[in-house]
């Protein structure tokens, strides 16, 4: 499978910014904290910046999630306050039917991101 469409990731982000609550998971490792400290942010910025994503921050997915199957995950990146931050998110469907979202990844990138909406020169990164 190639990569999503624009129109295919415009979609998946309005869904994801309609049902996501605006938690990160928890995870063993304390990157998504140790950036938000880093940056200066509290967690309401984070939800800001997340719900500014557009589809040219695209970065990959979408790819599965190995811990819950029929889930998967799409990633972004976007500057933020001068800084690359790597963002990882999916929606998914619940026992009951409803749709929620779910924000793994809000840190500084391990590696180099792509982005293969974005024009060389132009746009934030």
Sequence with gaps: ???PTQAEIEE?????????DGKVIDRVNRKNDDT?????FLPQHR???IHRLVHTDFYRGPSPDHDIAGHEWW???????G????IKIKVYVTEDGE???????FHFPEKKIT???KKKGRGRV
């Design 1 to 3: 499978m190639g990569i």
């Design 12 to 20: 998946f982000l309005k869904e994801f910014k309609r049902c996501w």
């Design 36 to 40: 938000l400290a880093e940056l200066g």
């Design 47 to 49: 939800t800001y910046e």
């Design 75 to 81: 990633e972004f990146g976007r500057k933020v306050k």
């Design 83 to 86: 800084r690359e931050i790597y």
């Design 99 to 105: 749709k929620g979202g779910r924000c793994m990844s």
């Design 115 to 117: 982005y293969p909406y």
